[in-house]
Every structure is written in C-alpha cells, then in structure tokens.
C-alpha cells in the first residue's frame, strides 16, 4: 500500500460469492494505514462521478449542499499548490458535486489532484465495488488512475462479477495496469460442510 506508484488489484466473482465483504475486511484491516475512500456503482445510475464525488466530499468533510466557502476551504486545507491551481481543483469539484461535471480530461485532473493530495499525508486506498456497472467513462478514469499515478501511494482496489471481462478486459488480464487479479470460486462440498 505505501508503495511509491499507483496499483491496481481486481476481485473477480458471481454475485453472492462475498467480494464486498472481503474489501471491506481489507479496508477494517488497513485501520488507521491509510485513507480509504469507498465507491459503490449502481446498476442504471446515469450519473457516472457521483459516486466517487460522494466518496471524495464525505473524506474532505463537506456538508452535502455546502457553501461555496467552506468547499473552498476543505480544498485549501488539503491540496498545496498556488492560488490558481487550489481555485481550479475547488470549481471543477463543485461541478463534479453538482451533478454537472466538466470536459472529461478537466474531471480526470480535479480528481486526480485531490487524490494525490491525500496521499501526501498516508497512503490511500480507492475501493470500487460493483465496477461492472461503472460507464465507460468511469471504467477510463480507472484505468488512467493507475497510469498517471507515478510517485502516488495508490492502490486503487476494484471488484466486480466476471462480466467485467466483457465490458473492459484490459482491467481484468495482469500486466499493464493492472498487478494483481483474483477471481474468487464458490466454496468446495468440504469447506461448506465446515463452514455451516
């Protein structure tokens, strides 16, 4: 996790077979090792950012419908740079949180930026779960997480059922961006037994 680049691991399993439970014992695990910010896709969702900004604002601490200033603020508190910069990131993550994001390359940045900034402090841990249901432009914004992310403890931490493989096999197959993919199989007759 405090490696010095930007990861990704992938959790491949059917629905049911427990890979929302195994991230969130991971995030348990980490404990006070780093900051986790936790995305949930949702099937049909039309809003491709909204849950990674829900994720960023509960992190930075913003009141949902915040004023102005006090998003301001929790930016200026958390991301060093020059005036300009810090102004920057503050309107494109206020349009993010409005539901009205920027040029895609602009949104990558704004995110981007504010996790680098939180990463200056301890290591941090994105988890996206459910990512099969993550449009396309969000799939792009993953994969150019871990691109991008030289320099940056990053582990970006995604699970998904095996229909991910379809949709965007290169976030699916090691190499490249990707280190590590695991694909979780239903118990044997023996582990079951033991398990009830």
């Known amino acids: 996790i405090a490696a010095p680049a ?28 780093a900051t986790v910010l936790s995305v949930q896709c949702v099937a049909g969702s039309g809003a491709t950012f909204a849950p990674l900004a829900e994720a960023l604002r509960a992190q930075l601490r913003v009141e949902e419908g915040g004023s102005p200033e006090a ?20 309107a494109g993550f206020a349009a993010l949180l409005a539901g009205a994001p920027a040029l ?18 301890q290591p941090v ?4 779960d459910d990512l099969q249901w993550a449009s396309p432009l969000l799939l792009d914004f993953t994969e150019h997480l871990v691109q991008w992310g030289a320099g940056v403890p990053l582990l970006v931490l995604v699970a998904a059922r095996l229909e991910l493989r379809d949709a965007r096999s290169s976030l699916t197959t090691p190499g490249g961006g990707v280190s590590d993919v ?3 199989g239903g118990l044997d007759a023996g582990a079951a037994m033991r398990l009830a």
């Not at 049911?16 to 980490?30: I, N, Q, T």
């Not at 895609?104 to 402090?121: M, Q």
């Open 104 to 121: 895609p390359e602009e949104t990558f940045f704004v995110v981007r930026r504010l996790l680098a900034a939180l990463a200056t402090k």
């Open 6 to 33: 930007a990861r990704m691991a992938v959790l491949l399993g059917s629905p049911g077979l427990g890979k929302s439970r195994l991230l969130a014992e991971f995030a348990r695990r980490l404990g006070e090792r």
């Open 182 to 184: 695991v694909t979780l």
């Open 71 to 90: 998003l301001r603020a929790a930016i200026d508190a958390v991301v060093p740079g020059d005036e300009a910069e810090r102004a920057g990131i503050a």
């Open 125 to 128: 841990v994105l988890v996206i």
